[in-house]
């Protein structure tokens, strides 16, 4: 009902909207519709009251609360089910939670701020107000080898997302790091749940820099990360952007389900910012010196060492300042 009654506030921009025409519309008492403004200018909408004229909504805030997502939201289930919470732990942890409690296809989880947000690797995530800190629950009938490709159908879904919304060359490092000029702008945590011959449920976590001031990084990340807000030089809307994410996971998703890995993984090498690149990888075994050459079929990266071609299945690709948020 909260949702409505903003919506009625919004029908008429810069203007007054009667509490009255409000209450009759959506048959319910004066005061409730008074006790749904105070709800929303709790949330950070600026909303003025006057007598006789009624409510007009001043400034919307950047949240990206379920108000503001799912009315553009044009997919058929990813974000449908959406949960919304102003701080976690880790929206990763959140929706292993609910997709083990039978959260549908496409739940998503997020918010606004992590105090305990995690990366690859076993790292930690910085993750202040303002950056997009989402995790999406994922039901694919696989088997669990092909789970790291779900980690490819993710980064061609961002990336499209961050070209076409920024306007800019966003790449990807191997295998799944929003890269811009050699700094990180995001990553993604995908972790699975399953047994030895099916998958229970994926959780993709995606972490993006969207409306974060450089400042707030810690010292030792500034230089290697950037955010959307720097390349752009202004903020962007959040829910838009959380929008076309969440779209364009779905497409690629069912492009995957449908065509398989060959699609996702050609759209992956159009957009990649490693492959030909001289670089240092560091894997479980060890670190590796060489040129990376190729992606296997299965999402592996392939390595020339001068002579030797390793597959390397995973590890971290240091090339340089731009090496992660950890
Ligand atoms: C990386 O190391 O590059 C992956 C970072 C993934 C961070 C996201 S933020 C939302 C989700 N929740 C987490 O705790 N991690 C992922």
Same mark, same amino acid.
């Given at each position: 009902?909260?949702?409505?009654?903003?919506?009625?506030?919004?029908?008429?921009? &810069?203007? *007054?909207?009667?509490?009255?025409?409000?209450?009759?519309?959506?048959?319910?008492? #004066?005061?409730?519709?008074?006790?749904?403004?105070?709800?929303?200018?709790?949330?950070? *909408?600026?909303?003025?009251? #006057?007598?006789?004229?009624?409510?007009?909504?001043?400034?919307?805030?950047?949240?990206?609360?379920?108000?503001?997502?799912?009315?553009?939201?044009?997919?058929?289930?990813?974000?449908?089910?959406?949960?919304?919470?102003?701080?976690?732990?880790?929206?990763?942890?959140?929706?292993?939670?609910?997709?083990?409690?039978?959260?549908?296809?496409?739940?998503?989880?997020?918010?606004?701020?992590?105090?305990?947000?995690?990366?690859?690797?076993?790292?930690?995530?910085?993750?202040?107000?303002?950056?997009?800190?989402?995790?999406?629950?994922?039901?694919?009938?696989?088997?669990?080898?092909?789970?790291?490709?779900?980690?490819?159908?993710?980064?061609?879904? !961002?990336?499209?997302?961050?070209?076409?919304?920024?306007? %800019?060359?966003?790449?990807?490092?191997?295998?799944?790091?929003?890269?811009?000029?050699?700094?990180?702008?995001? !990553?993604?945590? $995908?972790?699975?749940?399953?047994?030895?011959?099916?998958?229970?449920?994926?959780?993709? &976590?995606?972490?993006?820099?969207?409306?974060?001031?450089?400042?707030?990084?810690?010292?030792?990340?500034?230089?290697?990360? $950037?955010?959307?807000?720097? $390349?752009? !030089?202004?903020? %962007?809307?959040?829910?838009?952007?959380?929008?076309?994410?969440?779209?364009?996971?779905?497409?690629?998703?069912?492009?995957?389900?449908?065509?398989?890995?060959?699609?996702?993984?050609?759209?992956?090498?159009? *957009?990649?910012?490693?492959?030909?690149? *001289?670089?240092?990888?560091?894997?479980?075994?060890?670190?590796?010196?060489? #040129?990376?050459?190729?992606?296997?079929?299965?999402?592996?990266?392939?390595?020339?060492?001068?002579?030797? $071609?390793?597959?390397?299945?995973?590890?971290?690709?240091?090339?340089?300042?731009?090496? !992660?948020?950890?």
């Amino acid at each position: 009902m909260k949702a409505a009654v903003l919506e009625h506030l919004k029908s008429n921009p &810069g203007g *007054y909207v009667s509490g009255g025409g409000i209450a009759r519309t959506l048959a319910i008492s #004066r005061t409730a519709v008074w006790k749904h403004v105070c709800a929303l200018r709790a949330e950070g *909408y600026r909303i003025e009251s #006057r007598t006789r004229r009624g409510y007009r909504l001043q400034e919307v805030p950047d949240l990206v609360v379920p108000e503001a997502v799912l009315a553009g939201l044009t997919t058929r289930f990813c974000g449908r089910s959406y949960h919304y919470h102003p701080i976690l732990a880790s929206t990763n942890d959140r929706a292993k939670e609910v997709a083990w409690e039978g959260a549908p296809e496409g739940t998503t989880v997020l918010a606004e701020e992590q105090s305990g947000g995690r990366g690859r690797l076993g790292r930690s995530w910085h993750s202040p107000r303002g950056g997009l800190w989402f995790s999406v629950v994922l039901r694919p009938k696989m088997l669990p080898a092909r789970a790291p490709e779900v980690t490819f159908v993710a980064a061609v879904a !961002g990336v499209e997302v961050l070209r076409s919304y920024l306007g %800019v060359e966003v790449g990807i490092k191997w295998p799944n790091d929003f890269m811009w000029q050699g700094k990180k702008l995001g !990553g993604i945590l $995908i972790e699975l749940s399953g047994e030895l011959d099916r998958i229970n449920h994926l959780v993709v &976590g995606i972490g993006l820099n969207v409306n974060v001031d450089p400042g707030d990084f810690p010292t030792a990340l500034q230089g290697g990360v $950037i955010s959307v807000q720097e $390349i752009c !030089g202004r903020s %962007v809307s959040r829910s838009e952007l959380l929008q076309q994410f969440l779209a364009a996971l779905e497409r690629w998703y069912l492009v995957w389900l449908a065509e398989g890995f060959a699609p996702v993984l050609a759209a992956w090498k159009r *957009y990649n910012a490693c492959l030909g690149c *001289y670089l240092r990888v560091s894997t479980p075994e060890g670190e590796l010196v060489g #040129r990376a050459v190729d992606i296997d079929h299965d999402g592996a990266l392939l390595l020339d060492t001068g002579g030797e $071609i390793r597959r390397i299945v995973t590890g971290e690709l240091l090339m340089g300042a731009g090496d !992660g948020n950890e």
